[in-house]
């Protein structure tokens, strides 16, 4: 059973940037591949990044290449969503996800473990 809980989310000008933290609870959080989605206001749940447990490989929704960056301390178990030149489109709740499956993890269906999810605002 793994526990996550999200913070970092707030209001930010489009262009800005924010770093979302996700919080694991447990010893063995260097077994799970680690995601972030994001629910925007009536659209569906969708993938935005993940790093992978077997090799920690990161890969990301086409829509955030080149301005978000998912990391992982294992350490301290908390995975982290560096988001810069942020857009109004990129407004959404955002969640973390755990995964003990293997392989490229990119649908909700995959992960076991949620947290409650932080809320980003971003201002034209």
Known sequence: QVQLVESGGGLVQAGGSLRLSCAASGRTFSTYTMGWFRQGPGKEREFVAASRRSDGNTYYTDSVKGRFTISRDNAKNTVYLQ???????????????????IGLLTTSVEYDYWGQGTQVAVSS
Do not use: G, I
């Open 83 to 101: 988001m810069n030149s942020l857009k109004p489109e990129d407004t959404a709740v955002y969640y973390c996800a755990a995964s003990r499956r």
